[in-house]
């Protein structure tokens, strides 16, 4: 079965980086979309960052300060995060929308979420 695990989620103080990653697992005959989404308490999940063919795409929250990336083999999906805030605590999720056979339907599949935490 298809797999998405998070992990490098932690504490860190205003203005700090972490760099988020997701292993996929599973066959996949094809990737048509990777993101990182965030939910914090009280508040809707909303998209941090988004990775399709054409590019990437990033709401105004996180516009020059995250980056979404792969690894060569694009098993793995980054999210490089930098000086951050308090009001980028969340819960942050892996989602990808995934092709797992040839003539079959794409489906999006969600991570656990790992928590991110910054502190003033």
């Known amino acids: 079965q298809v797999q998405l695990v998070e992990s490098g989620g932690g504490l860190v103080r205003l203005g700090g980086s972490l760099r988020l990653s997701c292993t996929v697992s599973g066959n996949i005959w094809s990737v048509e979309q990777m993101g990182w989404y965030r939910q914090a308490p009280g508040n809707q999940r909303e998209m941090v960052a988004l990775?399709?063919?054409?590019?990437?795409q990033y709401p105004d929250f996180a516009n020059d300060r995250f980056a979404i990336s792969r690894d060569n083999a694009e098993n793995t999906v980054y999210l490089q995060m930098n000086y951050l805030e308090p009001e980028d605590t969340a819960v942050y999720y892996c989602n990808g929308i995934l092709l797992l056979t040839e003539r079959g339907s794409a489906r999006t599949y969600w991570g656990q979420g790992t928590q991110v935490t910054v502190s003033s």
């Open positions: 990775m399709t063919h054409e590019g990437a």
